[in-house]
């Protein structure tokens, strides 16, 4: 089993900036993919960004590309979550997950593991 637990959240103003990190333990994989999702109130759990394990490659929603940066930090077991100029409809709460297996990245259904959340407000 994989362990994720989020923290970093929190409330800004627009055009502020947070980072968030995702802490893994238990079980670990040579080979993963870590993903960012996002859940509004009222609203289905959406992709944010994913990067696999070493960092090579790196997925955005066209909604975040140019503000939010995803990266890891293999040695700490830890991916992060640097959000920029935030607006008020970037509020949701945020999970982090891990899938190990091949296929896609940016649906709920790719990923095997998930953080308990952590909640992100944008004041305006």
């Known amino acids: 089993q994989v362990q994720l637990v989020e923290s970093g959240g929190g409330l800004v103003q627009a055009g502020g900036s947070l980072r968030l990190s995702c802490a893994a333990s238990g079980r670990t994989f040579s080979n993963f993919l870590m993903g960012w999702f996002r859940q509004a109130p009222g609203k289905e759990r959406e992709f944010v960004a994913a990067?696999?394990?070493?960092?090579?490659?790196?997925y955005y929603a066209d909604s975040v590309k140019g503000r939010f940066t995803i990266s890891s930090d293999n040695a700490k077991n830890t991916v992060y979550l640097q959000m920029f100029s935030l607006k008020p409809e970037d509020t949701a709460v945020y999970y982090c997950a891990q899938k190990t297996g091949s296929g896609g990245y940016n649906s709920i259904d790719d990923y095997e593991y998930w953080g308990q959340g952590t909640q992100v407000t944008v004041s305006a």
């Open positions: 990067t696999t394990s070493r960092g090579l490659l790196r």
